[in-house]
Nanobody, 121 residues
């Protein structure tokens, strides 16, 4: 069993910053890649940023230069530093992990429950 728990969401004014964190807990698993998704009201869930085990990162165009994704492999965590926030960044942000179950020798995905980010104008 693997659980992902997000933290760091909240309310901030436009131009402000927030730092989201996601911690993976459990035994007998490894993390190949992690990412952050978001879903705004009336919108489809979208991938915001991802990071591979090799440290390669990808971002959607709308957050490039403002958001930074990072990993702490020793703690099985992924972070999303969000700067220069805009009202259009308002959404529920979800942590996602591409996992390996060492016991069963198979890959699977896990999702956090989400954390609300609200940016006021």
């Amino acid at each position: 069993q693997v659980q992902l728990v997000e933290s760091g969401g909240g309310l901030v004014q436009a131009g402000g910053s927030l730092r989201l964190s996601c911690a993976a807990s459990g035994i007998g698993f490894g993390i190949r890649a992690m990412g952050w998704y978001r879903q705004a009201p009336g919108k489809q869930r979208e991938l915001v940023a991802s990071i591979t085990g090799g440290g390669n990162t990808n971002y959607i165009d709308s957050v490039k230069g403002r958001f930074t994704i990072s990993r702490d492999n020793a703690k099985n965590t992924v972070n999303l530093q969000m700067n220069s926030l805009k009202p259009e960044d308002t959404a529920v942000y979800y942590c996602n992990a591409d996992l390996i179950d060492y016991g069963l020798g198979r890959s699977f995905d896990s999702w956090g429950l989400g954390t609300q980010v609200t940016v006021s104008s």
